[in-house]
DNA sequence: GTCTATAGAGTGATAGAC
DNA sequence: GTCTATCACTCTATAGAC
């Protein structure tokens, strides 16, 4: 892996240039309304430029969900940040809509193991699933969570619920995904998970 | 809604074959790697017919997703094919891969409320909540669910834990998601709601 | 290693013929 | 109402210049 200084420094530096202005473009006009060449020319290069550092479009795309990874980590620190990745569905705000709608496609696509985008999902998902699972047994050690639980089993479903609940509150009407949730940990933690 | 013999019977006829042929060809190779000129070929007409009954190719595919639903219900008739829709993507087989992962790109860009498709998923969840929480009522009726249940929300919180276990499972490493289905149900209806 | 020029395939939009 | 011809745009692939 180059580092800045390294052999790759230029190479680096505009694929970072370009998830950057990737990450921005389909945050206020959504990926649909985002072209390749948008892009090049916010990061001030040329659309062939682009397809020498990414094969394709949706390459791109996938480095700029990582790109807002990153952002939150730096700004969140590393755990903070594998807890705010998996709320990044259900936070508000068209910058987050125009995100989510793209973190919902590609993970729809990344189905297909073949599809580019499948490692990152998942990885996400390891990493989010251990954080979580974690975080019950902390909650078993301070007796609020039975032991009885299994942590694994109950990290998986309700990281599962929670994947299908915002996917499905962005597909619309409206319902209260907040307090769902919450009857939901409690069913599957018990009553005193969230106390 | 002009019917077989109304004054539409023609194109009626051509978005029906368009829509089998897409089916078709979308089980068989996958959808990126259909062509509308493939699905034109197959249902006999010309690519520029195609763009006139059908605004874009996503439509096309959106139509193909209602046909496999139409197939499902005359096949096991309505409600059996409300049920069998949940389990689309548990469906194994190169036949239901393929036409799974065109479920699960369409699902997730059916966020966007503006997307075409987002109409299709929003009644075909709405029909499939409807019947999970009848069957729940069903259960308490029999004594085997408690009354205390909220039938709604345990509908709700169940239909989206499967839609989730489910994209994650497609999105591989490969995990045991009978057992945590079945682990869920009994977690939040009871232990003898499968008995 | 980095970038450009260019050609090709696929998609989407339009005007007009039947 | 149905279909065709045609064009513009975006994305992809490749060969080669710097």
Known sequence: MP?????????DQRRQALSRAALDLVRRHGHRNVSVSDIAELAET?????????????????AALAQHDDENIRAHGAEAGA???????????????????????????????THPANEFFQSRWER????????????????????????????????????GLQLQWMQGPPFDIGSLLEWHIRTVLGPAALD
Request: aromatic fraction near 8%; glycine fraction near 4%; proline fraction near 3%.
């Open 83 to 113: 807890i705010a990745e998996m709320a990044a569905r259900a936070e508000a705000g068209v910058q987050r809509t125009n995100y989510a709608r793209l973190y919902n496609e590609l993970a729809g696509a990344a189905a297909d193991p």
């Open 3 to 11: 580092t800045k200084r390294g052999p790759y420094a230029k190479s």
């Open 46 to 62: 040329s659309e062939a430029t682009v397809f020498y550092h990414f094969p394709t479009k949706e390459a791109l795309l996938i």
């Open 128 to 163: 989010s699933t251990r954080v979580v699972a974690t975080d019950i047994r902390r909650l078993q050690n301070d007796g609020r969570v039975a032991e009885s639980v299994d942590a694994d089993a109950a990290a998986h479903i309700l990281l599962a619920a929670w994947e």
